[in-house]
């Protein structure tokens, strides 16, 4: 199964390192992993190329990590994310396309011993 994902933060490494602990070689997989600086899904620009890109690979599953760095508006704005999922399920229809979004949890409260 293709897989295409859209990471920030120096996520490529994080993947390899993974990929490493397991035993697997990355290069091997049909994984495509997009480091970008932003993606925007309420964006114009931004929402053709990740269409762009899905068209080009093809993916069975699109991973977008994490959905906050996705967007400029709110994440507390009911509003705001219900437009940009409804945009992901319009993507997810006309490619075919599995998508998973990834939320993190804010550090702010757990503790600096949390690993």
């Known amino acids: 199964m293709r897989v295409q994902n859209w990471l920030f933060g120096n996520p ?3 993947v390899e390192l ?3 602990h397991r035993g697997l070689a990355l ?3 049909p994984l495509y992993l997009i480091e970008a600086d932003k993606l925007h899904l309420d964006d114009e620009c931004d ?3 990740l269409e762009e890109a899905i068209e080009k690979l ?7 990590d994490p959905l906050v760095r996705m967007h400029v508006g709110s994440e507390n704005s009911t ?11 319009q993507v997810q229809r006309r490619f075919s396309v599995g998508v998973m979004l990834t939320h993190h949890l804010s550090k702010k409260g757990r503790g600096a011993s949390v690993q």
């Open 12 to 14: 490529i490494r994080r």
């Open 18 to 20: 993974l990929c490493r």
């Open 27 to 29: 290069e091997g997989l």
């Open 47 to 49: 929402r053709a190329a």
């Open 58 to 64: 093809k993916p069975k599953l699109l991973v977008l």
């Open 79 to 89: 509003d705001h994310v219900s437009r940009v999922l409804r945009y992901l399920r």
